[in-house]
């Protein structure tokens, strides 16, 4: 992978799923809000829906896309919808391995260019074990993707801990995606959903990993998060004083919180220069990545010049661009 470009965040999207799904729960299985969101956005989202699946289930024009951006390589993950976490464990896990074996596909397809992140049933901790053994081991796909939260259960709960331990097990990073964020019922206009709350819901989810003392259990786990981090790397300071000062932020976890963000990776999707190089400062080095979130139009279009703007140093531009990643995925 030396010298390669890479985009950490891209999605990938499996129509079969999606007709599967849509017979299960035709409303929940296209869309990624909850239904607070204000219908401006849902308007706007079915208009823009129909070529974002195109673009994330045809891989050559993902691929062609890749390229016109200035980037070799991709780490493509599930997107959103194909979760699946609403519906009923057994049928979640038909689902999932649709996508999985579809994403595999592509990978086979086009290995020159890509690889792929295992989508699991985690509604059914037990089930997403096997399936994630499975896809790593059988289908070889290099991580896993999952949501913030499931169904509004947060990652420090106990149950999902068999979880963890199987990734760690496998030597697999996951990639977490904010979902269903909290707090929609105050921000469903304008789109703040997506602009606030997910950023909002991606630190939330990382702090409950520290304070839970998931990370203390599991150390070996490499997290990566969307969007920078969301608004994770300016709160640092705020969570650590807070640890020190109140009891509850103490009690399951052994050290200071900015200790565990080597366990962190984030990728470049910033949209300015100064958050770019901001966000650098506080993450360890060889933690942050490129990343674009295509197809969307949250979306960095150009990312190469992103961080060509945000970074001077070509050897950092270097790990910036692709080889941060490939260590993460052991892209020898």
């Known amino acids: ?42 308007e706007i989202n079915r208009l823009k ?14 691929i062609a896309d890749l390229k016109a951006a200035g980037m070799d390589f991709a780490i493509m993950q599930p997107t959103q919808t194909m979760f699946f976490y609403w519906a009923e464990p057994a049928a979640a896990l038909e689902l999932a391995r649709m996508v999985n074996e579809y994403t595999a596909r592509g990978v086979r397809q086009h290995p020159e260019h890509l690889v792929g992140l295992a989508t699991v049933p985690l509604q059914d901790v037990e089930r997403a074990a096997k ?50 964020p909290a707090g929609t019922e105050r921000i469903g206009k304008y789109y703040l959903v997506n602009f606030l709350g997910y950023p909002l819901e991606s630190a939330a989810m990382a702090a409950q990993l520290v304070f839970g003392g998931v990370l203390d259990r599991y150390p070996k786990l490499k997290i990566c ?11 640092v300071g ?3 004083h807070g ?47 490129m990343g674009t979130d295509y197809p969307y139009d949250m979306a960095d279009t150009d990312p190469v010049g992103s961080v060509k703007a945000g970074v001077t140093d070509e050897n950092l531009r270097s790990k910036i661009f692709g080889e941060n990643l490939s260590v993460v995925l052991d892209l020898s």
């Open 49 to 62: 829906g129909g070529e974002w699946d195109r673009k994330m289930s045809d891989f050559e024009e993902n």
């Open 225 to 235: 998060l969307s969007h920078a981090g969301g608004v994770l790397p300016f709160l």
């Open 1 to 42: 992978m030396d010298g390669k470009k890479i985009d950490g965040h891209r999605h990938v999207l499996c129509l079969e799923a999606v007709t599967a799904g849509s017979k299960l729960d035709a409303a929940r299985s296209v869309n990624i809000y909850p239904s607070s969101i204000e219908g401006r956005s849902e």
């Open 238 to 240: 705020r969570l650590e």
């Open 243 to 289: 640890q020190s000062v109140r009891p509850e932020a103490q009690e399951h976890c052994k050290h200071p919180f900015h200790h565990y963000l080597r366990n962190f990776y984030v990728d470049t999707i910033t949209f300015r220069a100064d958050t770019l190089r901001f966000v650098l400062e506080i993450m360890p080095e060889g933690h942050v990545f």
């Open 131 to 180: 399936e994630l053994t499975y896809a790593v081991k059988e289908l070889g796909l290099r991580g896993v993707v999952t949501g913030s939260n499931i169904n509004g259960q947060g990652f420090d709960e106990e149950q999902f801990q068999p979880f963890f331990e199987t990734v760690e097990e496998l030597d697999i990073p996951i990639f977490i995606h904010p979902n269903n």
